[in-house]
C-alpha cells in the first residue's frame, strides 16, 4: 500500500492540505497516510524546521503532499533554522531536482488574469525549473571588502552533470506535450549559463522531434506578458524558475491555483501548492485549496501511475471553476471548505 507523508507545515498549510486530503479519501484508493511537523511548527515544537523524524518519514514515503512554510515570528531566527530551511533541506537530501510547475488557465477564469482576456485564455504551458543547485545551494556568506564595507555574496553554479539531469527532464516533458522545448538563460552575461545553453543544444541531438530554442530570461519575463501562449514546455535554472514560474501563476489567474510536484530520479516527489504560507490569512477560511488539490493530482499521475484518478481531480476542479466556485482570491466569497465540497460534489 503506498504511503503518502503529509507535512502541512504552517500558516494556510494545514487548511488547504485538510482539502487535498479529502479529495483523496472520496476516491477510494488503496492509500496509507502519515502526517509529520515541518516549517515554523516544527521549529515551535522541536527546535528545528527539519526535525530528524520528519525526514525519516519523507524517505520512507512514496510520496509527500506539503502544505506551506513560513513564520513571521521565525524571521529573526538564524538562516539555518528558519521554516523555509525546511524545503530546501527535504530537496537536498531526498535528490528532489526536477520541479514541474504547469500554469493553464481554467475556463471561467479569464478575468481573474492580469492580462487581456484574449491573451490570457492561451496560457498553457509547464516550467521545469531545476532545484537542487543555482544560488540557493551555493557558496554564500558575508565579508567584507578592502574598502572596509560588508558584502554579501551567493554563488550560482551549475555542472554539465546537473544540467544534463534537468534538461533531460525538459525534453521528455515536452514529447508528452507540444514537442517543443523553450530553453531559459542568461548565456549573454553569466558563465553559468552559457555552460547551460551549451550542454542543453548538445543534449537536443537525442531529441530530434523536439522543437528546442533558447531565450535570455528577461526576454521570457516580456514575453510571458505579452504572449505567453507561444511557450509549451520551458526549462530553466533554480532562481529564473522561480521568479517565472510565481509570474506565470498571476497571468493564470491567482497563485492559488497553480500546484507543483518536485521529483528525484526514482519517481519519488514532494508535491505543493506553489503559494506560501499566507498568515496573513491563515486561520480565516480563505485560503483557495485548488493548487493543493491539483497537486494531489499530481501526486496520484507522476509518483503512482494513477493516471485515471488524477484525470478525475483536475476534471473536478475545472468543473468547479466553470460552474462559478471562487474563493476571495479569484473574487468570491467561498470558504476554503466550501471550495472542497465543490469539488467533492464533481468528483
Not at 525526514?55 to 538562516?79: K, M, N, Q, T
Not at 529564473?240 to 489567474?253: N, V
Not at 462559478?324 to 465540497?341: F, I
Amino acid at each position: 500500500m503506498p504511503l503518502i507523508a503529509i507535512l502541512a507545515g504552517d500558516g494556510i498549510g494545514p487548511e488547504v492540505t485538510a482539502q487535498a486530503r479529502r479529495v483523496l479519501d472520496a476516491l477510494g484508493l488503496d492509500l496509507s497516510y502519515e502526517e509529520a511537523l515541518v516549517g515554523g511548527a516544527a521549529y515551535h515544537a522541536e527546535g528545528h524546521p527539519l526535525p530528524p523524524a520528519t525526514l525519516a518519514l519523507a524517505r520512507r514515503a512514496d510520496a509527500i503532499l506539503f502544505g506551506a512554510v513560513g513564520d513571521p515570528s521565525c524571521d529573526a531566527l538564524e538562516r539555518s533554522l528558519r521554516p523555509e530551511q525546511a524545503i530546501l533541506g527535504l530537496r537536498k537530501e531526498l535528490g528532489l531536482f526536477a520541479n514541474l510547475r504547469p500554469a493553464t488557465l481554467f475556463k471561467g477564469l479569464e478575468d481573474a488574469s492580469a492580462l487581456r482576456p484574449e491573451v490570457a485564455s492561451a496560457i498553457d504551458l509547464v516550467i521545469v525549473r531545476e532545484t537542487n543547485g543555482d544560488v540557493y545551494f551555493g557558496e554564500k556568506g558575508f565579508r567584507t571588502t578592502a574598502a572596509g564595507r560588508r558584502e554579501g555574496y551567493d554563488v550560482m553554479s551549475y555542472d554539465e552533470d546537473e544540467v544534463t539531469r534537468i534538461a533531460r527532464v525538459g525534453f521528455e516533458t515536452a514529447r508528452t506535450r507540444n514537442r517543443r522545448l523553450c530553453s531559459i538563460d542568461k548565456a549573454n552575461v553569466l558563465e553559468t549559463s552559457q555552460l547551460w545553453r551549451d550542454v542543453v543544444t548538445a543534449l537536443s541531438a537525442d531529441y530530434p522531434d523536439v522543437e528546442l530554442s533558447h531565450m535570455y530570461v528577461d526576454n521570457a519575463a516580456m514575453q510571458l506578458v505579452r504572449n505567453p501562449g507561444q511557450f509549451d514546455v520551458i526549462v530553466t535554472g533554480n532562481l529564473f524558475g522561480d521568479i517565472l514560474s510565481d509570474q506565470a501563476s498571476m497571468c493564470a489567474g491567482s497563485i492559488g491555483m497553480l500546484p507543483s510536484a518536485t521529483l528525484n530520479g526514482s519517481g519519488q516527489g514532494l508535491y505543493e501548492p506553489i503559494h506560501g504560507s499566507a498568515p496573513d490569512i491563515a486561520g480565516q477560511g480563505k485560503a483557495n485549496p485548488c493548487a493543493a488539490i491539483l497537486s494531489a493530482a499530481m501526486l496520484l499521475r507522476h509518483s503512482l501511475g494513477m493516471e485515471e484518478p488524477a484525470a478525475r481531480i483536475e476534471a473536478a476542479v475545472a468543473a468547479a471553476i466553470l460552474a462559478g466556485a471562487r474563493t476571495p482570491d479569484l473574487g468570491g466569497t467561498l470558504s476554503t471548505a466550501a471550495m472542497g465540497d465543490e469539488v467533492l460534489a464533481r468528483l
